[in-house]
């Protein structure tokens, strides 16, 4: 067995070439770019709930498997002759100098908006001169969550000027869209009711990114307080003999509204 000190990069890439060879394990052999793309994505997820318990040996734990599910990302693009992890890590170390030109150049900034205005600036020049989709919005990935992909969009547009002049305007679109929707919904038709509530969240989500909030993590908090305050209910419920599922809305509101005072 290994020492702690003696476990590095080298020690991991060595283990994923263990296991993707002839006669490793079967399974890891199988895997392929398509196949491992849900395993990195859950890793991501667990990351963030690891950031969000706040606890340093859940977030080393989950960073590490994450960390393992991109160099078998690596490991696989390098079997087909693609890249290697060199190449890798020499592209973003090129690209972290590049987009830092306050750091390793000398651009002089005043405040944190000049330094993302020049990233934004860079980023363009840098897509757009290896014919990329030329749209400003084209580099956004689609396998994003929805919220985060919404905010990443209207984060994008707002750099050429297509922004409200405060959020004033922005709570105005959001009183707009629901009278839009309230009117949706007396016409009982669902394609139309689908399309205001994709606007709705959509304005909810315009008005998060003005204010400085990421509406995932905002949204990702609620969903969290919501199950702390149901289990709240359940445990007095429990607690009393009670069925949740025989237990009238106004009991079961009136356990809610107690539990604001503790969660």
């Known amino acids: 067995m290994k020492q702690a000190s003696e476990y590095n990069l080298k020690t991991i890439l060595a283990i994923i070439e263990r296991l993707r060879a002839p006669d490793g394990c079967l399974w890891d052999r199988q895997q392929n770019t398509k196949s491992v793309r849900r395993y990195l994505i859950e890793e991501a997820y667990e990351v963030l709930d690891a950031i969000d318990e706040e606890s ?23 079997e087909k002759g693609e890249f290697t992890i060199s190449d890798v890590i020499r592209e973003i170390s090129e690209k972290m100098i590049r987009r830092h030109p306050h750091v390793f ?19 363009i020049h840098e897509e757009g001169k290896r014919d990329k989709d030329t749209s400003l919005l084209g580099g956004v990935p689609q396998s994003m969550s ?4 919404a905010q990443k969009i209207t984060e994008k547009a707002s750099t050429v000027g297509f922004d409200w002049k405060n959020s004033d305007g922005v709570i105005e679109k959001i009183e707009e ?12 038709k669902v394609t139309h009711i689908q399309d205001e509530i994709g606007d709705l969240i959509f304005s909810l989500v315009n008005v998060s990114r003005f204010l ?35 237990v009238s809305l106004e009991e079961m509101d009136s356990l809610w509204n107690q539990s604001k005072n503790t969660i």
């Open 56 to 78: 340093p040996e859940n977030l080393k734990e989950e960073l590490g498997d994450l960390l393992f599910q991109i160099l078998f990302l690596v490991k696989i693009s390098e």
């Open 105 to 123: 150049g000398n651009i002089r900034v005043k405040n944190v908006e000049e330094i993302k205005t020049n990233w934004n600036d860079i980023k």
């Open 146 to 149: 929805s919220l985060r992909r």
């Open 177 to 188: 869209e629901l009278e839009e929707l309230k009117a949706a919904i007396r016409s009982k």
């Open 212 to 246: 400085n909030v990421d509406a995932e993590t905002a949204l990702r908090s609620t969903i969290k307080k919501f199950i702390k305050r149901f289990s709240f209910i359940e445990a007095k419920l429990k607690e009393a003999g009670k069925d949740i599922s025989h």
